[in-house]
């Protein structure tokens, strides 16, 4: 249960007590400000709190906006603030400032446009009402001073408070919301007419709708799947619970392609679909009732990689009922995927820290921003990097009409336009952008790189020589030595001694790219090289082997290195940090398993190495997976801050 407090003089026919009951408030009634106090300091330590102007007027869904999204633990609009239970201590300071002298200070309303009497923004600004991007202005107001702490409402005055003690609250976009505390009949009535000009509900379902999304996603699913998140959310449905309905619609489809027959190709097509429809239901459900958590994040995140990998299989296996082996293709469908997405997330980790100042200025971030003015360039640069949309939306029509071969063929020629589109620009960016790595993006970068025992310790000892080489080594050499293993590996035939001796290269040339913190412009280029160098060489090896069951048993051990990797990316983005060093050493690291899968194919004879496969993939797969899942429960156990990842585009 949270706790509202309204403060000020109650307002005959107000609605305010009313909407706060609605949103699960106990509403509690403070006659001053020291009653407020007073009230703040009896609320149970672990409930959300939040303090009302009593006169406040405005639509319910800028105060639910303002006052129930969990991510942030301090947030306010014009006559509200709330904090959750981590940052109550900074709520009762701030209090304390507000009211220090309460009795003497103006009364002066606290509106959001001067002598207007509303907060209203344009229309087209809804949609970002609740993506998270947080504005330091509330329809174009600043954070009040520090000199006018003893002015305005109560909450506004806390809200100021919290400001000039450095704990700024979180200020939601609210569009063509209102929120208002007039103070006097006529600017209250103008308000009250402003609230009934603006749609509540179209506002807040058009909000649900991610703001920024792929041509199919926009056009062809956003437009009546809002309606399901709609009717999903009135009937008590969790976006967790739509999120596994995506997943077991994806697994029945999957099996479905398993059967290696028309009709059950159509079928898996159009249980795609569906599942994709699921998909973007849930994500539009968690804006739509501000239902964000930390575990919904991390099962909307992986989920989808599960879904579209175990898809593939399904494709795998139904080619081989029909007599076409298409293993290879299905497994390099999942190489080429995962390391986009590596590029995707490398990229964007290690310009997280960027400011607005230097973000944008290397000449093809111009040129970017010049083309995103122009309509139809945007959507046509969205649609050709192939992003979930498009791409599930291709895979579901190709199964449905053509065979897996042709699929796997059509999403690796597409994936890879995608990758050399998205790598070369972000490249040129990166070569002429004026900016300066930070620790944190160094760090994240290491993170990314899952380098083991082997590759730490050389790196130490590799650490003098590292300082006097140029600042593109990193890259090149991780480049060199993953190219020299998976070449060896794919040419010199399975079973002979040279892809060891490759791998024992790569060993070194991996240590070497991690010698020294990764700041530099192309240092990002680093884990997406040693990513494909993994995948390639498992790849190159089982194909090489060339018996049954060795390219499905390589099939289950990237997917389960590939969970690994996209889980590290998942605990960085939720700053939580890297998963455990015990992990990655028992894991070997990314330089540890290679050379593990080179010498077993070394030493074993084909049908062996397939075995040993698939122990190696049930083993990774079962130590990455429960710690995964004992971490992230209970950080939601533990009351983490609630996240929500818009995703990547890809």
Not at 51 to 70: M, N
Not at 375 to 391: F, Q, S
Request: aromatic fraction near 6%.
């Amino acid at each position: 249960m949270s706790t509202a407090i309204l403060t000020g003089q109650p307002v005959p026919g107000s609605s305010i007590e009313a909407d706060l009951r609605s949103l699960g408030f106990d509403v509690r009634i403070a006659s001053d400000a020291a009653a407020a106090g007073a009230l703040l300091a009896e609320v149970p330590a672990g409930q959300r709190v939040a303090v009302v102007d009593a006169r406040f007027v405005g639509h319910e869904h800028a105060l639910r906006l303002g006052l129930t999204d969990p991510r942030f633990p301090l947030a306010a609009i014009p006559g509200a603030v709330t904090a959750q239970p981590a940052a109550r201590r900074a709520l009762a300071l701030a209090m304390d400032r507000a009211t220090a002298g309460g009795n003497t200070a103006a009364s002066e309303p606290a509106t959001t446009g001067g002598t207007e009497p509303a907060a209203v923004g344009s229309a087209e600004s809804a949609p970002e009402a609740v993506t998270g991007d947080a504005p330091e202005t509330v329809s174009g107001e600043a954070p009040a001073p520090v000199g006018t702490l003893l002015t305005g409402a109560l909450a506004d005055r806390v809200a100021a408070a919290l400001s000039a003690d450095g704990s700024d609250p979180h200020r939601p976009d609210l569009g063509s919301l209102v929120a208002t505390v007039p103070d006097d009949p006529q600017t209250r009535n103008e308000a009250r007419q402003a609230v009934a000009a603006v749609d509540d509900e179209a506002v807040r379902l058009k909000s649900a709708v991610k703001a920024r999304d792929g041509f199919f996603t926009t056009y062809c699913i956003s437009p009546y799947s809002r309606y399901i998140a709609r009717w999903c959310a009135r009937r008590g449905l969790t976006p967790n619970q739509v999120t596994t309905a995506s997943l077991v619609t994806a697994l029945i489809a999957a099996a479905c392609a398993a059967t290696g027959t028309r009709p059950g190709f159509v079928a898996a097509g159009v249980l795609l679909l569906a599942s994709f429809v699921l998909d973007c239901t849930d994500g539009q459900l968690a804006r739509y009732s501000l239902q964000y958590s930390t575990l919904g994040a991390w099962l909307d995140a992986t989920f989808d990689r599960a879904k579209e990998y175990a898809y593939y299989a399904g494709l795998a296996l139904g080619a081989a009922r029909g007599g076409d082996d298409v293993w290879a293709l299905a497994l390099g469908a999942m190489v080429l995927q995962t390391c986009r997405h590596v590029v995707d997330f490398s990229f964007n980790e290690a310009n997280v820290d960027s400011t607005a100042a230097t973000a944008n200025t290397s000449p093809t971030a111009a040129l970017s921003g010049r083309l995103d003015s122009v309509g139809w360039t945007v959507w046509v640069r969205r649609m050709i990097v192939l992003p979930i949309g498009e791409r599930w939306a291709m895979i579901a029509v190709l199964t449905a009409l053509t065979t897996p071969r042709i699929t796997f063929y059509a999403l690796l020629i597409g994936c890879a336009f995608a990758a050399t589109y998205t790598t070369a620009g972000r490249v040129l960016r990166s070569l002429t952008r004026k900016a300066r790595r930070t620790d944190r993006a160094a760090r994240a970068l290491a993170d990314l790189t899952d380098s083991g025992p082997l590759a730490e310790r050389l790196a130490g000892a590799l650490k003098p020589v590292a300082r006097r080489l140029p600042g593109f080594t990193a890259p090149a050499v991780a480049l060199l030595g993953g190219a020299a293993v998976t070449a060896t590996a794919a040419l010199t035939g399975f079973g002979g001694p040279w892809p060891v001796l490759a791998a024992l290269l790569y060993v070194l040339t991996s240590a070497l790219a991690v010698a020294r913190p990764l700041k530099g412009p192309l240092d990002w280029l680093v884990p997406p090289f040693l990513r494909a160098a993994e995948y390639g060489t498992v790849l190159a090896l089982a194909a090489g082997a060339g018996v049954n069951g060795a390219l499905p048993a390589a099939y289950g051990l990237v997917a389960a290195v590939a969970y690994h990797h996209y889980d590290t990316v998942y605990r960085i983005r939720g700053d939580a940090g890297a998963p455990p060093p015990w992990l990655v050493r028992a894991t070997g690291g990314h330089e540890g398993r290679t050379l593990a899968v080179v010498v077993l194919a070394a030493l074993l004879t084909a049908s062996q190495f397939a075995v040993a496969l698939t122990v190696l993939a049930v083993a990774v797969a079962l130590l990455v997976l429960l710690e995964s899942i004992r971490f992230w429960v209970t950080a939601h156990r533990g009351g983490a801050p609630a996240v929500h990842d818009e995703g990547e585009p890809a």
